[in-house]
């Protein structure tokens, strides 16, 4: 099993282009979220999802767009990319809200 | 609302020298108390839940320990591969399916 898989592991915008960052899992899981991570600030919640077709929003939400259509993959959209967006994006998955979750390896991303 | 506080920022240990991470949570109904490794460069990866106070367990030089306050992560005789950050994270029982809160981590380097 590949468990959390993230793509791409790094990338350069510019500020003002938009991107979407890939998240796809193997297993099964229903719940699924995102997290960016800065030095000093910890891991903050950005979006999250507890099954295909439903949505909410985290801690920082602003600036990104997320969508479920399938179990496995949970991407993450940037609408127009700014330097405060520059971060590592963690994607994470599991059974439940109190079950642990299993991370990706992470987006390192740079906005010029 | 709901926080998780670790302590020490940061840790430096000789190796052999046993020690103590501390989380202290202040989270409605916990849940779920989690622990996490994340390497530099890559993502968090779990390590143990504790649902109870009172509650141990144990893998390898790590001990994790669960009041109705705190929580400690107790590491034994610790060696240079030990040297990671450690993140602690508490899953609140009236919050539905939000995610898991994070501290901060404690970054800890074991010197030979």
Known sequence: NAGVTQTPKFQVLKTGQSMTLQCAQDMNHEYMSWYRQDPGMGLRLIHYSVGAGITDQGEVPNGYNVSRSTTEDFPLRLLSAAPSQTSVYFCASSYAGNQPQHFGDGTRLSIL | ?112
């Open chain 2, 1 to 112: 609302e709901d926080q998780v506080t670790q302590s020490p920022e940061a840790l430096r240990l000789q190796e052999g020298e046993s020690s103590s991470l501390n989380c202290s949570y202040t989270v409605s109904g916990l849940r779920g108390l989690f622990w996490y490794r994340q390497d530099p460069g890559k993502g968090p990866e779990f390590l143990f839940t504790l649902y109870s106070a009172g509650e141990e367990k144990e893998k390898e030089r790590l001990k994790a320990t669960l009041t109705k306050k705190e929580s400690f992560l107790h590491i034994t005789a610790p060696k240079p591969e030990d040297s990671a950050t450690y993140l602690c994270a508490g899953a609140a029982r009236n919050s539905g399916n939000t995610p898991l809160v994070f501290g901060k981590g404690t970054r800890l380097s074991v010197i030979a």
